[in-house]
């Protein structure tokens, strides 16, 4: 059709103009879900389903090649696709197939795909990327006397490789390390097939996990290690990871793994993983982790620091406490920090009072004494003040151990021994391989205790100051110490 009327004729090409301007997409920006303690910190759009993290090491100064696919599902109209991601370079990437661009924003990794992704579309990514383990500071990989090791919490796994990095987002995993002769590398969840002989004798080792993790539980070590294994309870798998040259030095502590399976049964339920471990690495980190199935232990605890044997028994039965509260059941935000670290610390302390070392009255009252101070300086249980800028494990103060320890102590002098023993064994079996958060736990105790807790328990979780202990009138306020 051939146009006659000039004025029609500019009026149809301004309106292609404004077209062609709508599709020009904004400049990319970091994106998160609105976490209240990481608010750019995991991304919306899409439900990360599967990663499969192919690793090739040299030596722990330098960077891995790296391989992350990721298989998702897409939950609304996707021009573009925000991943967390620093630390490393980006060489390509693909979605569904097909090259798209991308470039760094922040923290974000910013794919833009050559046809947007349609919601319930498959979203298939893969990245090809170095990991980078020099010059971390405060989280992701930990150089180790011999080779590597990860420590992801909070918000560090986006250091190792590109991921939605944030608990709410629990996804399956396959690693695939490929490390010279001479070294081991271990990972979650079981073992594939024998490792891969390749060209120039190096090995590649293939892992998977058989539950959904959060990203800041992935765990790789590679190094001079040995595999010890056993057997716990009804025939768990035990698989323990050390220094080879400290094997037999070690060997009487991994030993008492099984007991402490067998402990954490008693009062919980049947532990919820494909198998356990302790991995300990020659490694300075200030802290242990409850890295899924394979919990990571500074050596220098077992021998060597002076720490009497009571105290490490009970931090190995806190870490293992955790693959429950933290690990099965994950806290849906940050904020719900408390719940994995006060059942942890709950767990030590009440392992450590039936060893007769440290009674749990005696650990529960001083941390009543010194409730407030904590609640001053980091914010109640359920609501933790912000980490410090550049100190992201500065989110992980005293109030989130003893003093969310001390709330469950309180309810439990509230509801009774019975009903509370009851309430733990039900929040492990309702929420296995899930998400929950604070409002579920209150929730889930009103209904153990057939009546409405919130009244009770809102003080105890976001009070500024600590409620009189039920039981102990003999105790009084809290006084700082």
């Given at each position: 059709?051939?146009?006659?009327?000039?004025?029609?004729?500019a009026?149809?090409?301004?309106?292609a103009?404004?077209?062609?301007v709508a599709?020009?997409?904004?400049?990319p920006?970091?994106?998160g879900?609105?976490?209240?303690?990481?608010?750019q910190?995991?991304n919306?759009?899409?439900?990360?389903?599967?990663?499969?993290?192919?690793?090739?090491y040299?030596d722990?100064?330098?960077?891995?090649?790296?391989?992350?696919?990721?298989?998702?599902?897409?939950?609304?109209?996707?021009e573009?696709?925000?991943?967390?991601?620093?630390h490393?370079?980006v060489?390509?990437?693909?979605v569904?197939?097909?090259?798209?661009?991308f470039?760094?924003?922040g923290?974000?990794?910013?794919l833009?795909?050559?046809?947007?992704?349609?919601?319930?579309?498959?979203?298939?990514?893969?990245?090809?990327?170095?990991?980078?383990?020099?010059g971390?500071?405060?989280?992701g990989?930990?150089p180790t006397?011999?080779g590597?090791?990860?420590?992801n919490?909070?918000?560090?796994a986006?250091r190792?490789?590109?991921?939605?990095?944030?608990p709410?987002?629990?996804?399956?995993?396959?690693?695939?390390?490929t490390?010279?002769?001479?070294?081991?590398?271990?990972?979650?969840?079981?073992?594939?097939?024998?490792?891969?002989?390749?060209a120039?004798?190096?090995?590649?080792?293939t892992?998977r996990?058989?539950?959904?993790?959060?990203?800041?539980l992935?765990q790789?070590s590679?190094g001079d290690s040995?595999?010890?294994g056993?057997?716990?309870?009804?025939?768990?798998?035990?698989?323990h990871v050390?220094p080879?040259a400290?094997r037999?030095?070690?060997?009487?502590w991994?030993k008492?793994?099984?007991g402490?399976v067998e402990w954490?049964?008693?009062?919980?339920?049947?532990y919820?993983?494909e198998?356990?471990?302790?991995?300990?690495a020659?490694?300075?980190t200030?802290?242990?982790?409850?890295?899924?199935?394979?919990?990571?232990?500074?050596?220098?605890?077992f021998?060597g620091?002076?720490?009497?044997?009571w105290?490490?028994d009970?931090v190995?039965?806190?870490?293992?406490?955790?693959?429950?509260?933290g690990?099965?059941?994950t806290?849906r935000t940050?904020?719900d920090?408390?719940?994995?670290?006060?059942?942890a610390?709950w767990?030590?302390?009440?392992?450590?009072d039936?060893?007769g070392?440290?009674?749990?009255?005696?650990?529960?009252?001083e941390?009543?004494?010194?409730s407030?101070?904590?609640?001053a300086?980091?914010?109640p249980p359920?609501?933790?003040?912000?980490?410090a800028p550049?100190e992201?494990?500065?989110?992980?103060r005293?109030?989130?151990?003893?003093g969310?320890?001390l709330?469950?102590y309180?309810?439990r002098?509230?509801i009774?021994?019975p009903?509370?023993?009851r309430?733990?064994r039900?929040?492990v079996a309702?929420y296995?391989d899930?998400?929950?958060?604070?409002?579920?736990?209150?929730?889930?105790?009103?209904?153990?205790?057939?009546?409405?807790?919130?009244?009770?328990?809102?003080p105890?979780?976001?009070?500024?100051?600590?409620?009189a202990?039920?039981?102990?009138?003999?105790?009084?306020?809290p006084?700082?110490?």
């Amino acid at each position: 059709m051939q146009l006659s009327s000039p004025r029609l004729r500019a009026a149809l090409l301004a309106a292609a103009s404004l077209t062609l301007v709508a599709a020009v997409l904004p400049p990319p920006k970091p994106l998160g879900i609105g976490d209240p303690l990481f608010p750019q910190l995991g991304n919306p759009g899409y439900d990360v389903l599967s990663y499969d993290l192919s690793l090739t090491y040299k030596d722990n100064l330098s960077p891995l090649e790296a391989i992350t696919v990721i298989d998702a599902r897409a939950l609304e109209p996707l021009e573009r696709i925000n991943l967390d991601f620093t630390h490393g370079t980006v060489a390509s990437a693909e979605v569904n197939g097909v090259p798209a661009t991308f470039e760094t924003v922040g923290e974000d990794l910013v794919l833009t795909p050559a046809t947007p992704v349609v919601p319930s579309g498959p979203l298939h990514v893969t990245i090809r990327h170095t990991s980078d383990p020099r010059g971390i500071a405060d989280g992701g990989w930990v150089p180790t006397d011999d080779g590597l090791a990860m420590a992801n919490q909070a918000d560090a796994a986006h250091r190792v490789f590109p991921c939605n990095d944030h608990p709410a987002d629990k996804a399956y995993f396959t690693f695939r390390i490929t490390a010279p002769a001479g070294t081991t590398a271990v990972a979650n969840g079981v073992a594939g097939a024998l490792p891969l002989r390749r060209a120039g004798a190096a090995t590649t080792w293939t892992y998977r996990t058989l539950h959904p993790m959060a990203t800041e539980l992935a765990q790789v070590s590679i190094g001079d290690s040995a595999v010890v294994g056993g057997t716990g309870p009804h025939g768990l798998p035990l698989r323990h990871v050390v220094p080879a040259a400290d094997r037999a030095r070690l060997e009487p502590w991994l030993k008492k793994t099984a007991g402490h399976v067998e402990w954490m049964e008693q009062r919980v339920g049947r532990y919820p993983f494909e198998n356990y471990g302790v991995l300990i690495a020659k490694a300075k980190t200030g802290f242990e982790l409850e890295t899924q199935t394979l919990s990571l232990f500074e050596s220098g605890l077992f021998g060597g620091d002076g720490y009497p044997e009571w105290y490490v028994d009970a931090v190995m039965v806190h870490e293992l406490a955790h693959q429950w509260f933290g690990d099965s059941v994950t806290p849906r935000t940050w904020s719900d920090l408390w719940l994995n670290e006060g059942h942890a610390t709950w767990y030590e302390a009440l392992y450590a009072d039936g060893l007769g070392k440290y009674s749990l009255e005696r650990r529960m009252r001083e941390a009543y004494q010194r409730s407030d101070q904590w609640r001053a300086a980091g914010g109640p249980p359920a609501a933790p003040k912000p980490a410090a800028p550049g100190e992201k494990i500065g989110l992980f103060r005293p109030v989130v151990y003893d003093g969310a320890a001390l709330v469950l102590y309180a309810l439990r002098q509230e509801i009774g021994a019975p009903a509370f023993d009851r309430l733990e064994r039900r929040w492990v079996a309702e929420y296995k391989d899930g998400t929950a958060g604070t409002e579920d736990f209150v929730r889930l105790a009103s209904a153990e205790a057939g009546r409405d807790l919130g009244p009770f328990l809102k003080p105890w979780l976001y009070g500024k100051t600590t409620p009189a202990m039920p039981g102990h009138p003999e105790w009084g306020g809290p006084k700082s110490m």
